[in-house]
């Protein structure tokens, strides 16, 4: 169930994130709120667009069984779209700054998009496929954790 799995890439950058926390001192609030935006950024956001990449260029069909949708060419352009993604939050990992503000941008746009159209297609097309379902949950929490880490991040570090 790929819903599932992105939630389950979400908890571990979560985790991972709480261990380099916990590992690293002195733990002031702007540092535990960087370190988990990064690891969010790096495992979750790369990790996950990866996983997108993959599934809309090489199992095209098979997705859109699970989301209750019609396999077409827009799927492959998609793909390419999360590659890119995928590649930048790896960059997170070396690029600090404002590189990862538009990051957060581009996916939490992308992903909030893409939750409006799974409840659209709940609600109006009675789509309760699991495809369609779970995933309209990571696609609201990934980009509320990355937005919510930004702006504490900014705040305690003076800059709100």
Not at 26 to 41: C, F, I, K, M, S
């Amino acid at each position: 169930m790929v819903g599932v799995f992105f939630i389950g890439l979400y908890l571990l950058g979560l985790l991972v994130g709480i261990a380099a926390v916990v590992k690293k001192k002195p733990r002031d609030a702007a540092h535990v709120a960087e370190t988990l935006l990064l690891y969010q950024l790096v495992i979750t956001v790369a990790l996950s667009s990866l996983m997108g990449f993959v599934g809309h260029v090489f199992m095209s069909e098979k997705i859109a069984a699970q989301i209750g949708w019609a396999s077409n060419g827009f799927q492959k352009e998609l793909g390419f779209v999360s590659l890119g993604i995928a590649i930048a939050g790896f960059m997170c990992f070396w690029y600090r700054g404002t590189f990862w503000l538009a990051v957060i941008v581009i996916f939490s746009t992308f992903y909030l998009g893409a939750a409006v159209n799974h409840v659209k297609e709940m609600l109006l097309a009675q789509n309760f496929n699991p495809g369609n379902v779970f995933p309209a949950v990571s696609d609201v929490l990934i980009p509320l954790t990355l937005i919510a880490c930004w702006l504490l991040k900014a705040k305690w570090e003076g800059r709100s």
